[in-house]
């Protein structure tokens, strides 16, 4: 729909975050904000990849949301952490840069914060950090989704079932959850776009691609799941496995 702007959209990311680093590095910003921050660096990887077709940029610009992230975590208070709003967790895990997806989960809020987030989309994203980064027990792991099953309260929800797939290693039922929430995730973005509260750089890039999805298929391949070649918003050629060249954790934002 906006994709012809993608070099707009590229170019747009130069200013914004120049324009948003000082708060940044000078430790002013807050949650909301040093998310935007990280979402500019997500644009401008998956315009990237779009207008040159190769996943290098994608991996470059994602690297840069997560250790960007992770230098947020480390100065702000945990009062003031969600985290459930980790979307740059995801950006970490897709280029595999596992050594700041293990820190972004060690520096994360180990409690739901009721006046931020709801307690499913907690125990989502904390069960993804116990489970895969922080060496937690099965026991713990499975407390944390018997939890997540209670708040639901008889709910469907494919990510709790996604899960539950990962602490069992059953590769059939992730599969089966897994592409329910890639469907759900593009119909909502769909609606989004229809009803035109999504901005134009975001239906032309984050609603395109899903960096969330590609996190989740790193994460199946750490499962020893085997997987097909593409599925809905994540292309195979947006998952190849990173060369030794690509320097996966070299960027700091000081």
């Given amino acids: 729909m906006y994709e012809q702007y993608l070099p707009v959209f590229y170019a747009n990311t130069d200013f914004e975050i ?7 590095i000078g430790q ?13 660096w997500r644009i ?24 960007a992230f992770l230098y947020f975590l480390r100065y702000f208070d945990d ?17 595999q840069d596992h050594e700041c997806a293990r820190l972004i989960a060690e520096y994360s809020r180990t409690t739901w914060n009721p006046e931020l987030e709801y307690e499913d989309d907690f125990l989502y994203f904390y069960f993804l950090m116990k489970h895969f980064y922080l060496s937690s027990k099965t026991e713990e792991c499975q407390e944390l989704l018997n939890r997540y099953e209670d ?12 899960c539950q797939a990962y602490l069992d290693g059953n590769q059939e039922n992730w599969e089966e959850s897994f592409c329910a929430f890639l469907d759900s ?40 799941f085997t997987t097909q070649r593409d599925y809905l918003g994540t292309p195979s050629s947006a998952r190849k496995h990173l060369s030794l060249e690509f320097p996966v954790g070299a960027w700091r934002i000081i």
């Fill in 18 to 24: 120049a324009d948003m680093l000082p708060e940044i």
């Fill in 28 to 40: 002013h910003a807050n949650l909301s904000y040093a998310l935007e921050f990280c979402r500019q």
């Fill in 44 to 67: 401008r990887g998956i315009a990237a990849f779009f207008i040159g077709g190769v996943p290098q940029g994608l991996f470059e610009e994602l690297d840069k949301s997560a250790q």
């Fill in 79 to 95: 009062n003031l952490k969600a985290t459930s709003f980790s979307e740059p967790f995801f950006d970490a895990v897709a280029v």
């Fill in 151 to 162: 708040v639901l309260q008889g709910a469907e929800d494919p990510k709790l079932s996604m």
């Fill in 185 to 224: 995730r593009s119909d909502q973005k769909q609606r989004l776009i229809q009803k035109g509260a999504l901005s134009q750089e975001e239906a032309a890039t984050e609603a395109k691609l899903n960096v969330e999805g590609l996190a989740l298929l790193r994460l199946s391949e750490m499962k020893g």
